[in-house]
């Protein structure tokens, strides 16, 4: 598995995890096609400016480059601090694989090394159990719920927070 930057090629990736009602049953359900052209246009720039770490994951023997998920890194305002947070997605036949725990955790060693992000948040749906299940296994710590606006949908997500360099976990399931 290997992490590069997100680019305009990846639109039909994009559009596969972000239009599908499975792929976005935890997060309030699908995205227009329109909201979504547009959040990759603005996930390329962010990714150019290096404000922003959007990483499309590419399994192992994808020659073309081609996309598994998406990873990102960034930075949001909440309570009037910045606080930086990850979060992940995996298109279904590539989910089971250990994919996302290796990239979160590839990305967090990064994070690490760069030194600019400080603390990190995740925050998936307290029912989602695959990804509670990854920040669990990286020792990232849980705050409890709470609610939590995304694409302007409230949603329930379980808070947890790590600091780079002090995760855990193998990187594979």
Not at 117 to 122: P, Q
Not at 147 to 153: N, P, Q, Y
Request: charged letters at 30%; one cysteine or more.
């Amino acid at each position: 598995m290997r992490l590069r930057n997100v680019e305009a090629g990846d639109i039909e990736a994009y559009v596969r995890m972000r239009c599908d009602e499975a792929m976005m049953a935890e997060l309030g359900g699908p995205l227009p096609r329109e909201k979504v052209e547009a959040r990759l246009r603005k996930d390329i720039e962010l990714a150019a400016a290096d404000s922003a770490w959007i990483k499309v994951i590419v399994p192992d023997g994808a020659e073309d480059g081609g996309a598994a998920g998406t990873i990102v890194l960034w930075q949001d305002e909440e309570g009037g601090a910045a606080v930086t947070e990850i979060g992940w997605m995996v298109l279904p036949e590539y989910q089971g694989r250990g994919l996302a725990k290796a990239a979160v955790r590839e990305l967090l060693d990064a994070a690490a090394e760069d030194g600019r992000w400080g603390e990190v948040h995740a925050n998936p749906g307290v029912t989602n159990g695959p990804s509670n299940g990854i920040c669990r296994a990286l020792g990232f710590r849980l705050l409890g719920e709470r609610d939590l606006d995304f694409a302007d949908r409230m949603l329930r997500t379980n808070h947890w927070v790590v600091t780079p360099g002090e995760h855990t976990g193998s990187g594979t399931e």
